[in-house]
């Protein structure tokens, strides 16, 4: 055939079966000229490096965030007691990939272990004994991966739903300003890692007002805070479109970026509310609660590539704001939403499923950078 009928024919097929299937794609290429894309692991996710979930990892995901090995309980089970084994072996995964690192997190409530929280006498600890300990661990962690991780989710879930600072025993000890301590530690302790807060729900606006007044809280006290997480933990429904948008922009008015964290959209009925990420909730099963414990039927999975097409149709009119979108999970059969809050569902929150096959979702996403228009901003 001559050349010129022969590129004919190659844009022709390409035009019949439409944008670059799963099997050929990258979602981290497709996504290159915008933002990062990444993935929460899990240390079963590439124990095998030639595995398929490894191979998924390496294929699609650009930045990884360990779901739990960079949690104060992994890192530091006993005072002064440093387990560094599983981190490391996750950054030289993602070193070995040219994929980055984001440190999840340094300081939260949650996954805390208790000697943290515990002063003399079974008192609780005072301000000065709290501020030593949220200092060498973060010394000690930040030095040992100074280089290696891109940033820092420094605070993780510090406000209530009105917008208040929540009652945490970081709270409790050192007051307010333990928030602008972690960052400060943080800055020192690396200076060129980027620093975040990171909480759920920023999208309702009560919540929303009060990440605002932190980041000009840290801004007044001269402290640098690179970008806001929105851990992104939606409904189908729920949030709209326009609300997540509206968070986007008034956190980069403040002059930080914003990043998608901890993204999946649950997909099953009969839990209360949308986002509340606070692992202590639970409710009770049902069964009724329970339907697509045999697989997404196709109209649901429809639905759900729809949900996922207008977030990042979102994302992508907003790139110059976003700096990345990380899935909270690899696949379905990994999701914390099967677990949460109620134990034991099938739940089908992310872009690949149980046999790690990609869903329409996932082809709905890569299709939203496939198609958008370059000449837009
Ligand atoms: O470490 C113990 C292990 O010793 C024990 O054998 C095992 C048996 O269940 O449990 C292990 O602890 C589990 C831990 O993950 C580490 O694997 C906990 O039960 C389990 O509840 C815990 O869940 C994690 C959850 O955070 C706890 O806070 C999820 O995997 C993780 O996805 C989730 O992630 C959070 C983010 O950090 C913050 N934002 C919300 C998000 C979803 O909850």
């Known amino acids: 055939m001559p050349r010129t009928l022969f590129f004919l024919a190659a844009l022709a097929s390409l035009a019949v079966s439409g944008a670059v299937s799963a099997q050929t794609a990258s979602l981290r290429e497709a996504y290159q000229p915008y933002f990062l894309i990444g993935a929460a692991v899990n240390t079963g996710n590439y124990a095998d490096e030639n595995s398929e979930d490894a191979r998924l990892i390496k294929t699609h995901f650009k930045v990884l965030t360990p779901e739990n090995i960079l949690k ?10 440093f387990e560094f084994r599983a981190a490391d072996r996750l950054v030289a995964f993602a070193g070995q990939n040219q994929s980055h690192v984001v440190g999840h997190t340094l300081v939260w409530h949650g996954q805390t272990p208790p000697w943290v929280f515990a002063g003399e006498n079974g008192e609780p600890p005072d301000r000065d004994l709290l501020l030593a300990r949220m200092r060498d661990h973060i010394n000690t962690v930040l030095g040992r991966y100074q280089g290696r991780v891109l940033g820092w989710d420094v605070v ?50 009560a919540k929303r007002a009060g990440a605002v007044s932190l980041v000009k809280r840290l801004q007044a006290a001269g402290l640098r805070i690179d970008a806001v997480g929105i851990q992104g ?20 008015r403040l002059g930080v970026r914003v990043m998608i964290t901890e993204m999946d959209v649950d997909v099953l009925p009969g839990t209360k509310g949308w986002g509340d990420a606070d692992i202590r909730r639970r409710e009770a099963a049902d069964p009724a609660f329970n339907p697509y414990a045999q697989g997404l039927p196709a109209p649901m999975q429809d639905a759900l590539a729809a ?9 992508l009119r907003n790139h110059d704001k976003i700096t990345r979108v990380t899935f909270w999970g690899l696949n379905d059969g990994d999701s914390w939403l099967n677990g949460f809050p109620i134990p034991g569902r099938t739940n089908h929150p992310l872009l690949f499923d149980r046999q790690n096959r990609a869903k329409p979702a996932f082809q709905a996403v890569l299709d939203a950078a496939q198609t958008r228009d370059r000449s837009d901003p």
């Open 307 to 315: 949900r996922y097409a207008d977030f990042f149709r979102m994302y």
């Open 72 to 81: 104060w309980e992994a890192l530091q089970p006993h005072p002064g007691q």
């Open 156 to 205: 993780n879930e510090a406000l209530n739903e009105d917008g208040t600072l929540r009652d945490t025993p970081w709270r409790r000890a050192i007051g307010d300003d333990y928030i602008e301590k972690a960052f400060e530690y943080a800055r020192a302790a690396d200076p060129a890692a980027e620093l975040y807060y990171n909480d759920y729900r920023l999208e309702a606006p």
């Open 233 to 252: 933990h939606v409904g189908l429904t729920q949030p709209s479109i326009a609300e997540q948008e509206d968070a986007i922009r008034d956190f980069h």
